[in-house]
């Protein structure tokens, strides 16, 4: 294809805007959460969740290729700069502007598709994309506010006696965490990291419940988790991890010296037997 020349922005982007949108994206990958939480905003834009690691395809207007004038994808992405990939039917051109992210392609030559492809999708993808469909009758959008989820990695301990600490580590978005049975629980903490995610951390006491195990469901949009331990009931000086690993290594430590020495004793008195 040869490179696309000068286009009147005039001519793209008419004054009456036809929008033109569907209920779901039907060209989404079946791998994804699409159908689900796919939703429309009063805009008429899509908002679509999108799990990381997956592939995502984005789908133009409905629009009669013989009727097509010009094909643009406008991608906006925080932090970087606009970026379009337009296509002229009649010269069979296409152009790139500001596109550096190599993920982010036609799904085939725009003669034969005009679907957008992510893959695989990256947190930073997080961001608004919209085709632009020119004919003759006007110009026809469909836009997607991507919402790239994060699975957060779920973990359970007892810190202390009685006392359990269900930790979502790095989801997108925030996670939600509740107990069975309820317990007397601390506010929820909330730790944001500069990529998106959250790690959200709920710490509860059964003090006065005679439950003997307790169970943390973590509710999130890629899906819910739920980790059950069990309560011990006689007492700890301390549940902290740290101070568990370090009992753990001075133990090892003891037994090395005490095999190390031993050896050693062996070693001497078969030196002393031999003189």
Request: with cysteine.
């Given at each position: 294809m040869h490179t696309l020349g000068k286009m009147s922005a005039s001519r793209l982007l008419i004054s009456i805007i036809i929008m033109v949108s569907a209920?779901?994206?039907?060209?989404?990958?079946?791998?994804?959460?699409?159908?689900?939480?796919?939703?429309?905003?009063?805009?008429?834009?899509?908002?679509?969740?999108?799990?990381?690691?997956?592939?995502?395809?984005?789908?133009?207007?409905?629009?009669?290729?013989?009727?097509?004038?010009?094909?643009?994808?406008?991608?906006?992405?925080?932090?970087?700069?606009?970026?379009?990939?337009?296509?002229?039917?009649?010269?069979?051109?296409?152009?790139?502007?500001?596109?550096?992210?190599?993920?982010?392609?036609?799904?085939?030559?725009?003669?034969?598709?005009?679907d957008l492809q992510i893959h695989p999708v990256a947190i930073t993808h997080d961001g608004y994309y919209r085709c632009i469909m020119a004919t003759p009758d006007g110009n026809f959008h469909r836009g997607y506010h991507l919402q790239v989820l994060v699975t957060p990695e779920v973990t359970l301990f007892q810190s202390r006696n009685r006392t359990a600490v269900c930790k979502a580590v790095a989801g997108k978005p925030a996670a939600q965490i509740s107990?069975?049975?309820?317990?007397?629980?601390?506010?929820?903490?909330?730790e944001y990291w500069g990529n998106g995610t959250v790690t959200v951390e709920s710490m509860c006491h059964w003090g006065d419940h005679n439950a003997s195990t307790v169970t943390c469901h973590v509710s999130h949009l890629t899906g819910n988790k739920s980790l059950y331990i069990k309560l011990n009931s006689g007492l700890r000086t301390s549940g902290s991890p740290a101070l568990d690993l370090l009992i753990i290594l001075y133990v090892k430590l003891s037994l090395f010296v005490v095999i190390l020495v031993t050896t050693g004793f062996v070693f001497f008195q078969r030196i002393n037997y031999v003189r």
């Open positions: 209920s779901s994206s039907s060209c989404m990958d079946g791998k994804q959460m699409t159908q689900n939480y796919s939703k429309m905003s009063a805009e008429g834009n899509i908002s679509q969740p999108v799990l990381m690691d997956t592939n995502a395809m984005l789908c133009c207007p409905p629009i009669e290729f013989r009727n097509l004038i010009v094909i643009v994808w406008e991608i906006i992405i925080r932090g970087q700069p606009s970026c379009t990939k337009a296509y002229r039917k009649e010269t069979n051109e296409t152009k790139e502007t500001n596109c550096t992210d190599e993920r982010i392609t036609w799904v085939s030559t725009p003669d034969q598709n005009s107990w069975i049975p309820a317990g007397d629980c601390a506010p929820t903490e909330h």
